[in-house]
Nanobody, 123 residues
Framework: QLRLLESGGGLVRAGESLRLACAIS????????VGWYRQPPGEQRETDRE???????????SYMDSVKGRFTISSDNAKRTFYLQMNSLKPEDTAVYYC?????????????WGQGTQVTVSA
């Protein structure tokens, strides 16, 4: 069974950095999109999660506007792990961060979430 295990959250001050990691265990198809989402405080539903950064199956990366230039998504295929480097953190970045994997075969896709990790940025 495929699982995602997150690590790296914590409490930091504004301006500091954190790196989140998401390790994949289990088999995937060859067509994979990986991403990081965040759920702001007080939001409960999975549909409230915001896409922060993504690596598409063709290798292209994309970012939400508010993190461009500060956050970097990357992957290490040998380690089956992808990362979110977060620099110059701001209090408004405070959220629970979730990694997500979409693995596809033809027209069929499956998606999986990590367990979530809290990132808190104090002023």
């Amino acid at each position: 069974q495929l699982r995602l295990l997150e690590s790296g959250g914590g409490l930091v001050r504004a301006g500091e950095s954190l790196r989140l990691a998401c390790a994949i265990s289990g088999s995937t198809f060859d067509d994979n999109t990986v991403g990081w989402y965040r759920q702001p405080p007080g939001e409960q539903r999975e549909t409230d999660r915001e896409l922060v950064a993504e690596i598409a199956s063709d290798g292209r990366t994309s970012y939400m506007d508010s993190v461009k230039g500060r956050f970097t998504i990357s992957s290490d295929n040998a380690k089956r792990t992808f990362y979110l480097q977060m620099n110059s953190l701001k209090p408004e970045d405070t959220a629970v961060y979730y990694c997500k994997l979409i693995t596809s075969y033809g027209a069929t896709s499956y998606y999986y979430w990590g367990q979530g990790t809290q990132v808190t940025v104090s002023a």
